[in-house]
């Protein structure tokens, strides 16, 4: 995955994740409080008329980001084969071009699932405050302000830390999977190009000339039972 698309990426992930943390714990909140009759609230209510199209569109986008791990999980794992191929054919002593190794991982450091959540949690809250504080300016009410995560929900922040960890869980829980992946594949594509590379400078070396060094039974026995040359005669 080229620099500019991965951080693309990356970037669309860390904002749909919020806004989708905010939807779920909003929809469990209600569900939790009013039960089923909350859930149609939720979704066809004159408040929150919004709710259905919004839900709609994160599923979407959720899609789309999960057919795009897909993609990435394909593209290693054909990168995998082809370097796996390639070291095969290296130790059995096939020359060939030496493979460039690319670069499928990102260059940060593997996510941890507690730096996620302590990010995650906070922003997703405080998008429900707000969230809450717009819908009763939209009914005509006075803003609750922090009071929209009181009295009868005042459960709603261990509500909104259930839903980011959940969420939090399954995105270090790909991220991983895919890394561990991608070290596969540069392991492998490392390996047979300092196979092949050994291979190209011993096929690019001069071979050596043959010394033949007699052995003693060739200089001390077959020698002494051969016939002395003729002795040269003057001539008349």
Same mark, same amino acid.
């Given at each position: 995955?080229?620099?500019?698309?991965?951080?693309?990426?990356?970037?669309? +992930?860390?904002?749909?994740?919020?806004?989708?943390?905010?939807?779920? +714990?909003?929809?469990?909140?209600?569900?939790?409080?009013?039960?089923?009759?909350?859930?149609?609230?939720?979704?066809?209510?004159?408040?929150?008329?919004?709710?259905?199209?919004?839900?709609?569109?994160?599923?979407?986008?959720?899609?789309?980001?999960?057919?795009?791990?897909?993609?990435?999980?394909?593209?290693? +794992? =054909?990168?995998?084969?082809?370097?796996?191929?390639?070291?095969?054919?290296?130790?059995?002593?096939?020359?060939?071009?030496?493979?460039?190794?690319?670069?499928?991982?990102?260059? $940060?450091?593997?996510?941890?699932? $507690?730096?996620?959540?302590? =990010?995650?949690?906070?922003?997703?809250?405080?998008?429900?405050?707000?969230?809450?504080?717009?819908?009763?300016? =939209?009914?005509?009410?006075?803003?609750?302000?922090?009071?929209?995560?009181? +009295?009868?929900? @005042?459960?709603?922040?261990?509500?909104?830390?259930?839903? $980011?960890?959940?969420?939090?869980?399954?995105?270090?829980?790909?991220? =991983?999977?895919?890394?561990?992946?991608?070290?596969?594949?540069?392991?492998?594509? @490392?390996?047979?190009?300092?196979?092949?590379?050994?291979?190209?400078?011993?096929?690019?070396?001069?071979?050596?000339?043959?010394?033949?060094?007699?052995?003693?039974?060739?200089?001390?026995?077959?020698?002494?039972? @051969?016939?002395?040359?003729?002795?040269?005669?003057?001539? $008349?």
């Amino acid at each position: 995955m080229r620099g500019h698309a991965r951080h693309r990426w990356t970037a669309a +992930g860390a904002a749909l994740l919020p806004l989708l943390g905010v939807w779920l +714990g909003h929809t469990a909140e209600y569900v939790r409080v009013h039960g089923p009759a909350g859930l149609r609230e939720e979704l066809a209510g004159t408040v929150h008329g919004y709710m259905l199209p919004a839900g709609i569109l994160l599923a979407l986008l959720a899609a789309a980001a999960g057919v795009r791990c897909a993609q990435v999980w394909q593209e290693l +794992g =054909r990168r995998l084969h082809i370097a796996r191929d390639t070291l095969a054919h290296a130790w059995r002593g096939a020359s060939g071009p030496v493979p460039v190794t690319p670069h499928p991982l990102p260059r $940060s450091g593997p996510l941890r699932l $507690s730096s996620v959540l302590l =990010r995650l949690a906070p922003l997703q809250l405080a998008l429900y405050v707000l969230q809450e504080n717009l819908e009763a300016c =939209r009914a005509g009410l006075a803003a609750p302000g922090l009071g929209a995560i009181g +009295g009868a929900h @005042r459960a709603a922040p261990l509500v909104h830390l259930l839903v $980011s960890a959940c969420l939090t869980a399954v995105v270090v829980l790909l991220q =991983r999977v895919l890394c561990r992946r991608g070290r596969a594949v540069l392991a492998c594509q @490392r390996l047979a190009g300092v196979l092949l590379a050994a291979l190209h400078r011993s096929a690019a070396a001069p071979p050596p000339r043959p010394i033949w060094i007699a052995s003693p039974r060739d200089r001390w026995t077959l020698h002494l039972l @051969r016939r002395p040359p003729p002795a040269a005669q003057p001539a $008349s």
